[in-house]
């Protein structure tokens, strides 16, 4: 048992990513920072690091830690309590729990889950609403550029194969990322995670979906739709995941290309070539995914913190990036009505697009002239209106003329 570890224990503010190297005696607590200087007891720094030891802080903490919510988690996984009253921070006390041993991986299934559970879970990681909303974008390319609608088996292949490819998507990034959903109070209780669904079977399962979507797309579509739905996969997983996330606040801006495939994918597998119409509508998309991600950065900002990823807000500050989000929601204005302009669709649907895009301009202004976590949930809850808003309208307009 260790007591009194006392002199020289206290919480520091930590806004980038977490330091769990001994060499300069820090030691992680997922994102609870503290130094520790007497730490020169291997054994000590070791049981922590193995969460055998609780960490009892002042009962202040938590009103420091809603003042730092930008530069802390909200809530670490090891126990940490409040324990003592006092105005200013005393010393940490590490208290020792009996010695046992190490805990196995974070990541390893649970063996006791029933079938049900575990097959919700493997649904759960393609991300449903994503790949609904996905599968929403291509509907309209099947028609706007010939003005007419394929056989509908042919629809539902096509689609079924695009909808496929944008779940393997998502398990590959589930599987990528499951270290830092983690940390995120956001993504802590995904499958991988919790440790319901293991990595192996998770990467087995993003392989399958993979291989089937462009199986799918290859035997209705031709080269051109596999090659087309292979490369949306390459992209959102290495480009996006593994190479830009990571790395740049302007990770969701390029990446988001790989969102707003549909439409081409659709159009690659029908007609073998893309159209402008479906050229459209994949800038509206690209378009509209800033914001969309960047309103939730902006009220997940210490998620995105903890997990030491660079959004805009944690880079250049939350007016900067209320400010790009308002740009880029004018910008859409003239590609959401530009189906009308073109006269692939009638003058009805350009109005009420002009008329939804000014709305959600008006809402991103709103934003950017009032900073609020409401008012970004706000803009989060308004992106998704919009866009489900515009296709809906695009889709009825082919159905009727």
């Known amino acids: 048992t260790v007591r009194n570890c006392t002199d020289s224990l206290r919480a520091v503010l930590g806004q ?74 005393p010393d940490v006390t590490a208290i020792a729990h009996p010695a046992q041993d190490p805990p196995q991986s974070a990541f390893k299934a649970r063996p006791a889950a029933s079938w049900g559970t575990r097959a919700r879970a493997f649904v759960s990681m393609t991300r449903p609403s994503v790949v609904g909303l996905v599968f929403f974008t291509g509907v309209p390319a099947l028609a706007i550029n010939d003005g007419q609608w394929p056989q509908w088996s042919l629809s539902a292949a096509i689609l079924t194969g695009v909808a496929l490819c944008a779940c393997a998507s998502s398990v590959f990034n589930a599987w990528l990322e499951r270290d830092l959903d983690a940390k995120m ?26 291989i089937f979507g462009c199986l799918i797309l290859l035997a209705y579509g031709g080269w051109a739709g596999c090659v087309a739905g292979a490369a949306t996969i390459a992209f959102y997983v290495i480009v996006y995941t593994i190479w830009l996330k990571p790395r740049t606040p302007l990770n969701i801006v390029i990446g988001g290309a790989a969102g707003a495939a ?37 009220f997940r900002t210490s998620d995105y913190a903890n997990a030491g990823l660079p959004m805009l807000p944690l880079t250049h500050g939350s007016a900067h990036t209320r400010l790009r989000m308002l740009q880029y929601a ?3 204005v003239p590609f959401a009505i530009f189906p009308a302009v073109s006269r692939s669709l009638s003058l009805g649907y350009g109005l009420f697009a002009l008329a939804v895009s000014i ?29 489900h808003a515009v296709f809906a309208a695009m889709t009825v307009d082919l159905l009727l003329h």
């Open 16 to 89: 980038l990513r977490i330091s769990e190297k001994l060499g300069d005696r820090r030691i992680a607590i997922d994102s609870l920072c503290i130094t520790a200087k007497i730490f020169n007891n291997r054994l000590i720094s070791d049981r922590l690091l193995a969460g055998q030891l609780a960490v009892n802080v002042p009962d202040n903490f938590d009103r420091w830690r809603r003042a730092n919510a930008a530069r802390i988690s909200t809530a670490p996984p090891t126990e940490v309590r409040a324990v003592h009253a006092c105005a200013d921070w």
């Open 185 to 210: 109070e956001r993504t802590r209780n995904r499958p991988l995670p919790t440790g319901l669904v293991a990595p192996s079977a998770a990467l087995a399962w993003a392989w399958l979906l993979a």
């Open 262 to 298: 549909p439409p081409l994918i659709v159009d690659a597998a029908l007609n073998g070539s893309i159209g402008w119409q479906s050229l459209n509508m994949f800038v509206l998309v690209f378009l509209w995914t800033p914001p969309h991600f960047w309103a939730i950065s902006l």
């Open 330 to 332: 004018i910008s859409m």
């Open 359 to 387: 709305w959600f301009v008006i809402v991103c202004l709103r934003l950017y002239r009032h900073d609020s976590e409401p008012g970004a949930r706000k803009v989060f809850a308004a992106s998704l209106i919009y866009l």
